[in-house]
Nanobody, 126 residues
Framework: QVQLVESGGGLVQSGGSLRLSCAAS????????MGWFRQAPGKEREFVGI????????YYADSVKGRFSISRDNAKNTVYLQMNSLRPEDTAVYYC???????????????????WGQGTQVTVSS
């Protein structure tokens, strides 16, 4: 069974930065597309970005493009979400997720992901 554990969340001022980590265990990390999603209070879970299983190719939601970046270290079974220029509207619980199906398309639908972490809270104060 694959387990994902996020860390690195916290409280930060607007304009600040945070780096989230997601450590995976129990599976073949290098073959997974790793996605980041977030959910703010009263809102649906939304796609943030992914690191594809092929060469770690990344894709981002328009709302975070140019501010967030995703990287992965397959040797450490870990994916990272670097968040810069944070805004109050980035406040949410952030989740990492793994898609094991080795798709050749960008997967932004949370229903396509097989494994999920417990989430980590990110709060951006104005």
């Amino acid at each position: 069974q694959v387990q994902l554990v996020e860390s690195g969340g916290g409280l930060v001022q607007s304009g600040g930065s945070l780096r989230l980590s997601c450590a995976a265990s129990g599976g073949t990390f290098s073959t997974y597309t790793m996605g980041w999603f977030r959910q703010a209070p009263g809102k649906e879970r939304e796609f943030v970005g992914i690191s594809g299983w092929i060469n770690g190719r990344t894709y981002y939601a328009d709302s975070v493009k140019g501010r967030f970046s995703i990287s992965r270290d397959n040797a450490k079974n870990t994916v990272y979400l670097q968040m810069n220029s944070l805004r109050p509207e980035d406040t949410a619980v952030y989740y990492c997720a793994a898609d094991r199906h080795q798709r050749n398309i960008v997967t932004t639908d949370s229903r396509e992901y097989d494994y999920w972490g417990q989430g980590t809270q990110v709060t951006v104060s104005s």
